[in-house]
């Protein structure tokens, strides 16, 4: 179970293995701990440091304590029970209630406790949004016990950090950050933080993955370690051994809610962005392109020739957005954004919130087996979510055709396909509607309802189009097809074995 740093932990053991000899025909497996070689233990006796002691000192001044607190409402807000008109109870329940109410009802406080880490002398102080949420009162507290009251400058939910900002009559201590591309796994990292409330305490462990998707948000790409972090980590500081951040504490994986050594931090890579937004504007400004994707599949590949899955496929281009603007259509396989690679689909969405809101940015895109260079001009994230793709009618031929070459039956877009399957008015391609439970579609996850939008990356509007598409690439030797499908779970390429015969 992920759960906020609120709780993690550390847990390691080191355990190594020699086989030696022990006579004609005889072995015997030796596993110990912390069982090394000489050879290797004098290497790592020079790359594990002495002592972590001179780094904790220089770092602990510039990482706060939190408090935040809410008002809440309290369990005294209850009303008397309904009773009929002059009930003999109704005197009862009246002087129980008077007698049992709070003096302030409803009106109660809720505190939590978290980390942060000064980053600019001007009192900017970065935590996580989960330790602020909702709060009414906000404290930060140094590490010589001095309280200051802060206000909130900005935060931003979907990385889960939030800017905070005090005034002091002292210079304050900063925390500079580092680059987290840079960190490798293996790498050593010192977390420090207010664990259960204790104040400044210092873990250290490595990094244990990196790029970590764990569902908590749109843009996960956290950092993995093992440092102990727990409950009052949140929003502490990641460093690296030459005193730089470059993570934000964040989460844990807990099944019980006990420390098991699997903490995660935001990259600094994805904050500082975050952060300078959130200064500037007070609130994250996204870059938007306007399409819906999908991965690309070693057979995705192979149908668009391309020697590699990489990329992001473009699934659908919203009308009236940037990428229709640019000329991207359906079916492109996006490879470079703003001179950025695209390894994965997951890294496109990152690297466009990223890029500057009307920014014009070169993109590779992978289309009819070459590579083509087009020009976007970025939108904004807030103003794309707000707009609608609108589609139109198109021609279809009546009734419903078997199309045995993908084990589908299919309908023209006809009043009755609408009605029989919900689909919007506006809705159109070709309607499936009947799947044989035995074919190459039914694999594919396609369904009764769904619409085909194109075949071989060519637009549908009727059985016959669908049909004659897949005539051509049988008459090609092509044993497959590519296929846009569009159903409950969104718009996506599918590849559809041709049947034999």
């Not at 809440?72 to 807000?77: A, H, I, N, Q, W």
């Not at 900005?154 to 002091?168: C, F, M, Q, R, Y």
Request: glycine content about 10%; overall charge neutral; proline content about 5%.
């Amino acid at each position: 179970m992920i759960r906020r740093v609120g709780s993690v932990g550390n847990s390691r053991d080191y355990w190594s293995s020699t086989w030696r000899s022990a006579g004609r025909g005889l072995a015997a497996v030796i596993v110990s701990i912390g069982l090394i070689l000489p050879s290797l233990a004098d290497a790592a006796t020079r790359q594990f440091p002495e002592s972590f002691a001179d780094l904790a000192e220089k770092l602990l001044p510039a990482v706060v304590n939190i408090s935040s607190s809410q008002t809440v409402k309290g369990r005294g807000e209850q009303e008397m029970p309904k009773l009929p008109p002059g009930s003999p109870f109704e005197d009862f329940f009246k002087e129980f209630f008077d007698r049992e109410k709070p003096q302030e009802q409803g009106r109660q406080r809720a505190s939590s406790l978290g980390s942060g880490f000064i980053i600019d002398k001007r009192g900017y102080v970065v935590t996580n949004n989960h330790v602020i949420q909702d709060a009414d009162e906000i404290t930060v507290i140094l590490q010589d016990n001095t309280r200051l009251v802060a206000k909130l400058v900005g935060k931003d939910p979907k990385t889960d950090i939030a800017v905070l900002k005090v005034e002091s009559e002292k210079d304050l201590p900063v925390a500079p950050f580092g680059n987290s591309d840079k960190a490798r796994v293996g790498d050593w990292v010192i977390a420090i933080g207010n664990p259960f409330a204790l104040g400044g305490s210092v873990t250290a462990g490595i990094i244990s993955a990196r790029n970590r998707n764990i569902n908590s948000g749109p843009y996960d790409t956290f950092i993995q370690t093992d440092a102990s972090i727990n409950r009052g980590n949140s929003g502490g500081p990641l460093f690296n051994l030459q005193g730089q951040v470059i993570g934000i504490n964040t989460a844990i994986f807990s099944p019980s809610g006990g420390s098991v050594g699997i903490g995660f931090s935001v990259p600094s890579s994805m904050a500082q962005p975050v952060i300078d937004q959130l200064i500037k504007h007070g609130k994250m400004r996204r870059g938007w392109l306007g399409v819906h994707i999908q991965a690309v599949t070693d057979e995705i590949a192979e149908s668009l020739g391309l020697k590699e899955a990489t990329g992001a496929l473009v699934a659908r281009v919203i009308p009236a957005g940037p990428a229709e603007a640019a000329k991207i259509e359906a079916g492109d396989v996006v490879l470079e954004f703003d001179g950025k690679e695209v390894p994965s689909m997951r890294r496109l969405p990152l690297i466009v919130a990223e890029t500057e809101i009307d920014k014009s940015v070169k993109v590779v895109v992978w289309r009819n087996k070459k590579r083509v260079t087009l020009s976007v001009k970025v939108g904004a994230l807030e103003e794309g979510e707000a707009k609608m793709a609108s589609k139109a009618d198109g021609p279809g031929d009546a009734g419903e055709t078997s199309v045995d070459d993908l084990g589908l039956t299919l309908s023209a877009m006809t009043a009755t396909a609408r009605d029989r399957f919900k689909l919007d008015k506006t809705a159109k391609g070709v309607v499936v509607t009947a799947v044989d439970g035995a074919g190459v579609a039914a694999a594919e996850g396609i369904r009764p309802g769904d619409l085909i939008l194109e075949v071989s990356q060519e637009e549908v509007t009727s059985v016959s189009d669908v049909v004659d598409k897949i005539g051509v690439a049988k008459k090609a030797g092509r044993k497959q097809v590519l296929v846009l499908v569009e159903g409950q779970s969104g718009t996506r390429f599918v590849v559809l074995r041709i049947k034999a015969g």
